[in-house]
């Protein structure tokens, strides 16, 4: 697995990342998860802040989605809650 750049004028064109929980869809922007890298030749070049193991079968959703919704994880209930933030 390695890195992928877009060119960053591009970013508007991606999709928004969707993951449903229970019975909620909760949507990240691809302004949200994406971010600029480099400067190249006058071309802004973008990757994806989504982690991805090359070990294991799964994906961190990590920091675009912690800034995107608010979290609580509630240990007594056994629950996490979600909340957009602004």
């Known amino acids: 697995m390695g ?3 877009i060119d960053f ?4 064109k991606l999709p928004d990342f969707s993951v449903k929980f229970a019975d ?3 949507v990240v922007s691809s302004n949200q998860y994406m971010a600029v890298a480099a400067e ?3 071309q802004i070049l973008g990757y994806s ?3 991805s193991s090359r070990f294991a079968d799964f994906w961190v959703l990590g920091l675009p989605f912690l800034e995107a919704y608010y979290s609580v994880f509630d240990y007594q209930n056994e629950q996490i809650c979600f ?4």
Do not use: E, I, M
Not at 9 to 12: A, I, L
């Open 9 to 12: 004028d591009n970013v508007q």
């Open 40 to 42: 190249a030749g006058g």
């Open 3 to 5: 890195r992928f750049y």
């Open 24 to 26: 909620k869809r909760l």
């Open 83 to 86: 909340a957009l933030s602004t």
């Open 49 to 51: 802040r989504f982690a």
